[in-house]
């Protein structure tokens, strides 16, 4: 089953929501499952790494947004 759309939709919400936490152990558990998956496009790569980035800016962790957005 692909994580992607559920859980990187949750993590959007959170970070909405200002539950920073919460919004990076979703994120970070897609981009994880989305790293072993074969079938992951490089489009659903640059998309959790795009919600990863903006995470962090809205977090005020603008170092940890930046390597999300250089890799």
Do not use: C, H
């Not at 936490?21 to 496009?41: G, I, K, N, S």
């Not at 947004?65 to 890799?71: L, P, R």
């Amino acid at each position: 089953m692909n994580v992607f759309p559920l859980r990187s939709n949750l993590g959007r919400i959170y970070t909405a929501a200002k539950k920073y936490e919460e919004a990076e152990v979703e994120l970070l558990a897609v981009e994880a499952a989305l790293r072993v998956d074969e079938e992951t496009t490089p489009r659903e790569t640059a998309r959790i790494r795009e919600l990863l980035a903006e995470l962090y800016r809205a977090w005020g962790k603008p170092d940890q947004a930046a390597q999300w957005d250089a890799e």
